[in-house]
């Protein structure tokens, strides 16, 4: 037997900060906002990951704001394309890409 595509069945926001994902096998991802922007895919984003901390890096007006999602857009049935509060919106978000990043109690764990 073929293993069921991963996909979501439902997207809503917990509060101003959390994405909550129903997935089509049950579980229930819990992800801050803050973390899907901090794990951006975008090549940009993953160099910009792999730099020593600057310091004395002068924050843009745009960044000094919490991050929130202006647009949540699918992109097929594979992918969402979120454009950020501070104007990024080159990282697509993978469906498994999303379900790694789960911050649920189940998921933290199994990390360890």
């Known amino acids: 037997m073929a293993a069921q595509t991963l996909r979501p069945v439902s997207l809503s926001k917990e509060?101003?900060?959390r994405l909550v994902i129903e997935w089509n096998d049950g579980h229930r991802s819990v992800l801050?906002?803050?973390h899907i922007r901090k794990n951006c895919p975008c090549a940009g984003c993953r160099e910009e990951r792999n730099q020593p901390v600057n310091p004395?890096?002068?924050?843009?007006?745009?960044?000094?704001?919490?991050?929130k999602p202006v647009s949540f857009t699918p992109i097929g049935h594979y992918a969402y394309k979120i454009v950020w509060s501070d104007g990024h919106d080159s990282?697509?978000?993978?469906?498994?890409?999303?379900?790694?990043?789960?911050?649920?109690?189940?998921?933290?764990?199994n990390s360890k």
Do not use: M
């Open 15 to 17: 509060g101003d900060n």
């Open 91 to 109: 990282g697509l978000f993978t469906l498994e890409h999303l379900r790694a990043l789960c911050q649920c109690p189940d998921c933290v764990g």
């Open 32 to 34: 801050a906002w803050a």
């Open 56 to 67: 004395l890096r002068i924050l843009k007006p745009n960044e000094i704001g919490p991050l």
